[in-house]
């Protein structure tokens, strides 16, 4: 199983980046994915969540409006759209695969940093 984050890096307030989570190993299509964030010192916080069938989506209340997350069952890959970035975006962004099915199956990619600062 691995999930690889890309699109990370430092961008200005008020910028936008994208991130990229490209999943193999797994039957992609049956799990919901999920971004989460985390800085020093604190716990990791959900960000956006997308089910399987990319039909439903929810996001955590200091992103909403800002950042989209979509995924493509085809290439296996989910994103984050992030818009209007903040100084407190500023975290390492995780990639999640959850599913529970009989028992949890449950991945992790290593994350990508995002920065933003002027």
Do not use: H
Not at 9 to 27: D, E, I, K, N, Y
Not at 33 to 54: C, D, F, H, N, T
């Amino acid at each position: 199983v691995q999930l690889v984050e890309s699109g990370g890096g430092l961008v200005q307030p008020g910028g936008s980046l994208r991130l990229s989570c490209a999943a193999s190993g797994f039957t992609f299509g049956s799990y919901d994915m999920s971004w989460y964030r985390q800085v020093p010192g604190k716990e990791r916080e959900l960000v956006a969540r997308i089910i399987s069938s990319g039909g439903s989506s929810k996001y955590g209340g200091s992103v909403k409006g800002r950042f989209t997350i979509s995924r493509d069952n085809l290439k296996n890959t989910v994103y984050l759209q992030m818009n209007s970035l903040k100084p407190e975006d500023t975290a390492v962004y995780f990639c999640n695969a959850y599913r529970d099915y009989y028992k949890i199956y449950d991945y992790w990619g290593q994350g990508t940093q995002v920065t933003v600062s002027s």
